[in-house]
């Protein structure tokens, strides 16, 4: 049941964009998005609900393809503060308590 | 300030021996979760627990139980039935309500002596 995340690592310059996906093989009722610095606790980005809605938070976005079991996140514009490694997370249908089932994460480095 | 707080940040356990981490919030969240991370992995799910007394075993249960007796704690103990315990450990928690957002604690690390 785990996402499967792509890429796994990434290396962008400062000001270049990039995109993550996690795609999942069951349905999904939600995508959550984390951020995560080495040894720190990950940090909520956003939530998508099913419905193929997309969300925007500063330069960070994301969107949520209900029929392709799917979400992408875009950085645009990426700064140094980007990097660490990003999580989805995704809520089944079957899912009870709200748990969630995270991706094994994307590194991302944003160099000067 | 409300949030969650783990403790301790490292942990060191022996052979044979039983550990017990710690975890509060103060958000006043229904649901609790514990999570192991290992390099490369992401997090997997160990328990949860949506109302006090009632605790569900995620997918990597084995070699570890909880407890849920007041709603802002949920400790994990690491039995000696768990081999490969060294893993930073990652205890969340979430409102109920709808899909919302987890909050984490700053995790436990926790090595083999």
């Known amino acids: 049941q785990q996402p499967v995340q792509s890429p796994q690592a990434v290396i962008l310059r400062e000001g270049e964009d990039a995109v993550i996906n996690c795609s999942s093989s069951?349905?999904?009722?939600?995508v959550h998005w984390y951020r995560q610095k080495h040894g720190e606790a990950p940090v909520f980005l956003m939530i998508l609900l099913k419905g193929g809605e997309q969300k925007g938070h500063e330069k960070i976005s994301a969107s949520f393809n209900e029929k392709k079991q799917q979400s992408s996140l875009y950085l645009t514009a990426s700064q140094l503060s980007y990097s660490g490694t990003y999580f989805c997370g995704t809520e089944t249908n079957s899912n009870s308590g709200y748990a969630l089932n995270f991706g094994k994460g994307t590194s991302l480095l944003v160099t000067p | 300030d409300g949030g969650i707080t783990q403790s301790p940040k490292y942990l060191f356990r022996k052979e044979g021996q039983n550990v017990t981490l710690s975890c509060e919030q103060n958000?006043?969240?229904?649901?609790m979760y514990w999570y192991r991370q290992d390099p490369g992995q992401g997090l997997r799910l160990i328990y949860y627990?949506?109302?006090?007394?009632?605790?569900q075993k995620g997918d990597i249960a084995e070699g570890y139980s909880v407890s849920r007796e007041k709603k802002e704690s949920f400790p994990l103990t690491v039995t000696s039935a768990q081999k490969n315990p060294t893993a930073f450990y990652l205890c969340a928690s979430t409102g109920t309500g709808g899909t919302q957002p987890q909050h984490f604690g700053d995790g436990t690390r926790l090595s083999i002596l």
């Open positions: 958000l006043n969240h229904d649901a």
């Open positions: 069951k349905a999904l009722y939600s």
């Open positions: 627990s949506q109302i006090v007394n009632d605790f």
